[in-house]
Each structure stands twice: as structure tokens, then as C-alpha cells.
């Protein structure tokens, strides 16, 4: 009997597949005397061998699948397995002890671990992941476990786990892993959005889902209405690989599609569709899927799985290659946007509280002036090879922007003292996702040269509902009348100044919302290059003046749930005729 369960569709696309789970536990670790301590050291330096072996062969495979940049992680655990003095800690404590050296490395790395867990820095946080999954590959050749690794994964498969860290996401092989199933998170959660960036199907917050999947059964996942299926019927299964095939033949389709430029309304009016970006590999995403450039450019990666903080050279390279990948179109860089939910889940609780109100993105900079300057000397310099714009994040108003933005002018005279070449007019704008910045929006609007809307943050702020908790997901509603308001006023005071108010959290990717934020006055979306089609044949299908009526008339309604439906029901009368049109049979 094949059982149903429920989950939020957070990536679109269908897999049918043999399930694997993936279980980040601790080992049993077993202590006993030995009598032969060098004995002992040898069975720990073949375990180093053979772990220096995979790392090797995952750097090479990663390098050559997804870049460098990818495979830097696995460097930085070549580092960590090759430390001279994390050795002789480990195989001293064989000699002293006489114990086993799954016991010595066990005590040691505990060690290592605690002192760090005392170092309130987040790059440090990433460390402390990296340590531990050398350790459990060390752990694995010494008890002689069978290996659960991701990055192992040799056939398709859907992938089932409590929780993936975006360094997991992001170094999944898209080819095998034809879907994601999570336990926790929620739609705006960072995993949730590098899986749409990779276009792996996925479903979040489906309860217990580890404990009731047993590894090669199988599934059907469909990650847009968040259906999933244990053990499916082979009737059930024959629709959904229908299902699936025509999901692909749409998506090379559109992928086909030459549509460039702005998406013009059915009345002429254009609105500007542009690329949220994780990686500098997906401005090409995004500028085949007929982006204007790139409207976020979220630089977390850059900071992310590694041992230390990226210098500035290196970042003024990754921001090269995005302001030259994207041709002369803009590119919008925001500066980091640590803490929150954009760390490794595991530790993220780990030193605060309360992290998504805690030391986070331009708090966490303004705080870290060297952390700060490197980045913006960086976007600077790439400044001067194509039109870029400075997005500072999480502004709670004036006083906070303008801190950020006479640091940035600072860094712009030191640059000016090297004879350093840059923009000197480059546009520096704020994010809006915190109440304040909408209640200060008329003056901010004075001081920044563009607003873009995060409405990821903004409802989870507005709301007091957690983006990343699955408890809570449904109270996560972007239809709250408190929510439509606050975008309204946001770009009521962009307007009155004659500044550009974008909207780039993942309501600007969704379809069924182009109508609401278009008709509130929003002419520049930016979202996940896959989004741009759907959302540019959305357009296609409104007109000002009707958008513009509806948008006043969900203003004046009181409750979410029948703004809800209202959109909900003028989408699905213009997308009737889209969705009965046959879907071609091949891509051009
Ligand atoms: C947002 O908050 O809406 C946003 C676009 O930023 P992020 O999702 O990276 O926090
Ligand atoms: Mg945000």
C-alpha cells in the first residue's frame, strides 16, 4: 500500500527513485588497552592514507564538475587530515594511554572542537563541521563502516535527510540526486534556495520522514506541490514518470526560449526581470534564461566551508568574473549576509540564541571593519570593469545605512590614495527586510539610490515566523495584509523620490504574485534564473490598469486568506489557457 505525506514544494520537478538516507550521527566509539601502540599508529596512518586518497579523487571530481570554488572544501579537509601537530596529538595519546586509536582521535578532536566551540567567530562555526567530517571519514576506514557520504552517491537516487547544510546542497552531484527530502526548513531557507539553483527537485518539512523511509525503497517526490509518496503503486508511478517527462521537455523548452530584455504586459508596459545568483556559475543561468543582469548577488559562498576568511584578491576575482560573465548588464552585489540561516544548520544555534535576530549581515561587518573593507575594496575593483551596484543587507534604518555607506566611502579614498581605478558613482542601495526600514522607507529613500525588497526576511520579520522553522512554515504567508502594505508603502516612498524599488526575495519568482507586485508599483523582479520564463509568460498576460485596480482592491481586503484566493483565482483563469496548450514534443 503506498502512503502519502505532505511537505512544502520548495524546488520544482518530479523524481521516481530508490530512496537513501542520509543520517549525520555520531560514532560508538570503543576504548580498549593495546599492547602494540606502533601497530596502533600504523592502522592510524593507512586510515590517513586512504582518507587522503578520497579527498583527492572528490577535489578532482568536484574541480571539474562544478570549479574550484566548489572544491576548495575539500582542500581545506586535505589541511585539516595532513595537520602534523592534530597527528602527533593523536598518536601520542596511543603511546601514553595504550588505548586504541579510535579512542585517541576521538579525546583529541573533542579537544579541538571544544576550544573552537569557544571562538564566537562564524567562519570558525564552518571549521568546526569541516573537523568533524574529517573525523567521521577517519572513524569510517577504522571501524570499518560502510561510508554514507554524499558526495559518494554512484547511482540515482532521492535523497532523505533531517536537515542539509548549503555546503551539502551545493556539493550534491545534481546528475544522480533527482530529488531532496528534508525534515526541517522552511521555503526561504538557504538550502531550499540553493536546491532551486541547482534545479534538484525538493520537499521540506516532512516530518520523521528519516525514521519511516527504509534506504533503497521507493519514492515519488513532486517538489512543486510537495507530494510524497512511500512505496508507490506501479500505476502511481507510471503517472509521475509521465509527469516528469513532460516537466523536462517544459523546462528545455524555456530553456530554448530566446526571449531577452524586459517582459513586456499585454499593454506594452516592460517590467525588468533579473538574476538572483548564489555562484558566479549561474550568471549564465540567468542571462540564457533572458535576465537583465543581476539583481542579488548573494556573496555567503565565498565565506562559507572553509578554514579562513576569503582575501580580498580572491574575492575581487569571483566578482570579475560575474561583472564579465554578465556583459555589460548590471550586477548587484550585496555584501555579506552572514548568521541567521546562512550557516552550516548544525551549528547555527550553536552560539546565539536567537540568531535570526542576532550578529548578523551589515550588524556582523559594520563590527568586523577588516572583514568589512577587504569585501568592499573587492566589489570596488570590479567596479571598474562593469556597471555594478553595493546592496548592503538587513538595514534597520538611516543611521545604520549610513554607517555602511561612509565606511564605503572611506574605503573609496584609500582606494583613491593606491590610484587604485573604480566606479566613483557606483549606485549603492538598501535591502528592505526589517519593519524599521519600511517604517524609515521615505528616508532611506534620501539616502540610498535604489531599495530592493527582501520579502523573504521581511515576512519572517514582519510575521515573528521563522523562515527556517518547519513548525511554523504555513503562518509564513506573503498574502498578510500587514505584508502587502508594508511593500506598499516601500515603494510609495522609492516613488516619491524617484528611486528604483525592486523586489527580490522569492515572491518575485513565483508567478501567481507578478500581478499583486507589479499592481503595487514593482517594475523590477529578480529571482532564480529558472523562474524568469515562468514569470515573463505571467507578465506577458497582465495589463497596467487591471493589475493596478486589483492591487487597491487587496489593499482594502482584511484577511490573507481571501487576498489568497482572489490571486489565486485570476491566476489560474490566465494560466487555463497556458496549461492546456500541448507541451512540445521536443526542445528547438
Ligand atoms: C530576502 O530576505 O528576501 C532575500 C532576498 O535575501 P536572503 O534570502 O538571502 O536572506
Ligand atoms: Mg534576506
Not at 570499518?144 to 551545493?170: F, G, H, N
Amino acid at each position: 500500500m503506498e502512503i502519502r505525506m505532505q511537505g512544502l514544494g520548495v524546488s520544482p520537478g518530479i523524481a521516481v527513485a530508490p530512496v537513501i538516507v542520509h543520517a549525520r550521527g555520531r560514532w560508538h566509539v570503543p576504548v580498549y588497552a593495546i599492547s602494540n601502540p606502533e601497530a596502533e599508529i600504523e592502522r592510524f596512518h593507512l586510515a590517513l592514507e586512504s582518507a587522503r586518497e578520497d579527498l583527492l579523487r572528490l577535489y578532482a571530481q568536484t574541480t571539474a564538475a562544478l570549479g574550484s570554488g566548489h572544491a576548495a572544501i575539500f582542500q581545506a579537509h586535505l589541511m585539516i587530515l595532513d595537520d602534523p601537530v592534530f597527528q602527533e596529538e593523536v598518536s601520542e595519546l596511543v603511546r601514553s594511554r595504550l588505548c586504541n586509536v579510535e579512542h585517541a582521535l576521538d579525546r583529541v578532536s573533542r579537544e579541538y572542537l571544544e576550544k573552537m566551540g569557544q571562538l564566537a567567530e562564524f567562519h570558525l562555526q564552518d571549521r568546526h563541521a569541516d573537523i568533524l567530517d574529517v573525523v567521521d571519514r577517519l572513524m569510517e576506514r577504522l571501524l570499518a563502516v560502510q561510508p554514507r557520504r554524499l558526495a559518494d552517491i554512484e547511482e540515482p537516487v532521492i535523497l532523505v535527510a533531517r536537515d542539509l547544510s548549503p555546503s551539502e546542497t551545493v556539493g550534491l552531484n545534481r546528475e544522480l540526486v533527482q530529488a531532496i527530502v528534508v525534515e526541517v526548513g522552511s521555503v526561504t531557507s538557504h538550502s531550499a534556495i540553493l536546491a532551486r539553483a541547482l534545479q534538484i527537485p525538493a520537499v521540506i518539512g516532512v516530518p520523521s520522514i528519516t525514521a519511516k523511509v527504509i534506504p533503497g525503497q521507493f519514492l515519488v517526490v513532486d517538489g512543486s506541490d510537495g507530494t510524497v509518496i512511500l512505496d508507490p503503486e506501479p500505476n502511481t508511478q507510471r503517472r509521475y514518470r509521465q509527469e516528469r517527462e513532460t516537466f523536462l521537455r517544459r523546462q528545455a523548452v524555456y530553456a530554448g526560449d530566446t526571449s531577452r530584455g524586459p517582459a513586456i504586459m499585454a499593454d506594452g508596459q516592460a517590467v525588468i526581470l533579473q538574476a538572483n545568483i548564489e555562484l558566479p556559475a549561474e550568471v549564465a543561468h540567468g542571462l540564457r534564461a533572458g535576465a537583465t543582469g543581476v539583481g542579488l548577488f548573494r556573496t555567503e559562498y565565498l565565506f562559507l566551508g572553509r578554514n579562513d576568511l576569503p582575501r580580498e584578491q580572491e574575492q575581487f576575482e569571483a566578482y570579475l568574473d560575474v561583472v564579465r560573465a554578465a556583459n555589460g548588464q548590471p550586477v548587484t552585489i550585496r555584501t555579506l549576509d552572514i548568521g541567521g540561516d546562512k550557516l552550516s544548520s548544525a551549528f547555527s544555534a550553536y552560539h546565539e540564541a536567537n540568531p535570526q535576530l542576532g550578529w548578523r549581515a551589515i550588524r556582523y561587518c559594520l563590527a568586523h571593519p577588516e572583514l568589512f573593507r577587504a569585501q568592499l575594496r573587492a566589489i570596488l575593483r570590479a567596479s571598474a570593469f562593469g556597471p555594478v551596484r553595493i546592496m548592503f543587507p538587513l538595514v534597520t534604518g538611516p543611521d545604520e545605512f549610513r554607517r555602511a555607506r561612509d565606511f564605503m566611502k572611506q574605503v573609496m579614498l584609500e582606494l583613491r590614495d593606491e590610484n587604485i581605478p573604480f566606479d566613483a558613482n557606483v549606485p549603492v542601495g538598501a535591502m528592505i527586510e526589517v519593519p524599521s526600514a519600511v517604517m524609515t522607507a521615505d528616508i532611506l529613500a534620501r539616502e540610498c539610490q535604489f531599495f530592493s525588497i527582501g520579502t523573504n526576511d521581511l515576512i519572517q520579520y514582519s510575521l515573528a515566523v521563522d523562515r527556517v522553522n518547519e513548525k511554523i512554515a504555513h503562518l509564513y504567508d506573503p498574502c498578510h495584509p500587514g505584508v502587502i502594505r508594508m511593500i506598499a508603502q516601500v515603494v510609495n516612498a522609492a516613488n516619491a523620490r524617484g528611486i528604483e524599488c525592486a523586489v527580490c526575495g522569492e515572491m518575485a519568482g513565483d508567478p501567481l504574485y507578478a500581478e499583486l507586485l507589479i499592481g503595487l508599483g514593482v517594475l523590477t523582479l529578480s529571482m532564480a534564473p529558472v523562474a524568469i520564463p515562468f514569470v515573463r509568460e505571467a507578465i506577458s498576460e497582465l495589463d497596467t490598469a487591471s493589475a493596478r485596480q486589483f492591487a487597491l482592491q487587496a489593499l482594502s481586503i482584511d484577511s490573507s486568506e481571501d487576498i489568497r484566493n482572489l490571486l489565486a483565482q485570476r491566476y489560474t483563469k490566465r494560466t487555463a489557457r497556458l496549461n492546456s496548450s500541448p507541451v512540445p514534443e521536443t526542445a528547438p
